[in-house]
């Protein structure tokens, strides 16, 4: 009887331990799965920051302005031509006191003309 409560008590020591072992080593992979997600989480953001790096481009804000409302100033028909060959063009081509110039001859140009008088 004394040589059975032993070996109960052995018994339930061991089936104690075994529990406690269990258990931390549930916990052991649980904080390595932890460990390997918050790795993972981070090499994402990693990679995603060089991605934005890489294409700035893609990743901008797009401002949300109104629409314009007055029609667009466009450079005389000269200016045009010089930037199309490549042209050097003077930036007072595109000034407002130009532009409003090139907008009071537009009007003069003859159709019928082969080339654009100013």
């Known amino acids: 009887n004394a040589t059975n ?5 052995a018994w339930d020591n061991s089936a104690q331990e075994q529990e406690q072992h269990e258990v931390q080593r549930a916990l052991v992979e649980e904080g390595e ?17 060089k991605e934005m790096k890489e294409n700035r481009l893609k990743y901008l804000d797009i401002p949300m302005w109104p629409l314009p409302t007055l029609p667009i100033e466009i450079p005389s ?42």
């Open 77 to 118: 028909r000269y200016t045009i031509s010089k930037l199309q060959k490549e042209q050097y063009v003077e930036l007072w081509y595109f000034t407002n006191a130009s532009l409003k110039y090139a907008k009071s001859s537009e009007a003069m140009v003859d159709d019928n003309a082969m080339v654009a008088v100013a």
């Open 33 to 49: 799965r932890e460990h390997k997600a918050a790795a993972r989480a981070q090499e994402k953001k990693v990679e995603a920051g």
């Open 5 to 9: 409560r032993v070996d109960r008590a």
